[in-house]
């Protein structure tokens, strides 16, 4: 059974950081995309960044590239989002996502919800 929980949210001063963790469960070792999506009153979901869990690739949306960090620890089955330099723009419900089980990120669809099999319930991170 698979459970992806959140934490970490919070308010943020514009130019200030914050982190995101993810405890995953129910995944086995195997490869795995995992990502961290937001979504923005009642547009839709975006890809945010993701991370394969097997070869460690990276891989972020344009929009936070070089202000945010996706990392991972694999003992703790946690994953994180480090967000920096925040701006009012990246006020939204942040959520951790997983694509099917052993399969890892596609360079051309990570960012897609469609791809995404398993969610999060989300964290809500406001930035002033």
């Known amino acids: 059974h698979v459970q992806l929980v959140e934490s970490g949210g919070g308010s943020v001063q514009a130019g200030g950081s914050l982190k995101l963790s993810c405890a995953a469960s129910?995944?086995?070792?195997?490869?795995?995309?995992m990502a961290w999506f937001r979504q923005i009153s009642t547009k839709e979901r975006e890809g945010v960044a993701a991370?394969?869990?097997?070869?460690?690739?990276?891989y972020y949306a344009d929009s936070v590239k070089g202000r945010f960090t996706i990392s991972q620890d694999i003992a703790a089955h946690t994953l994180y989002l480090q967000l920096g330099d925040v701006k009012a723009e990246d006020t939204a419900i942040y959520y951790c996502?997983?694509?099917?089980?052993?399969?890892?990120?596609?360079?051309?669809?990570?960012?897609?919800?469609?791809?995404?099999?398993?969610w999060g319930q989300g964290t809500q991170v406001t930035v002033s």
């Open positions: 996502a997983a694509g099917p089980r052993s399969h890892g990120c596609d360079s051309g669809s990570w960012s897609r919800p469609s791809s995404v099999n398993y």
């Open positions: 129910g995944f086995d070792d195997s490869s795995n995309c």
């Open positions: 991370i394969d869990t097997g070869s460690a690739s990276t």
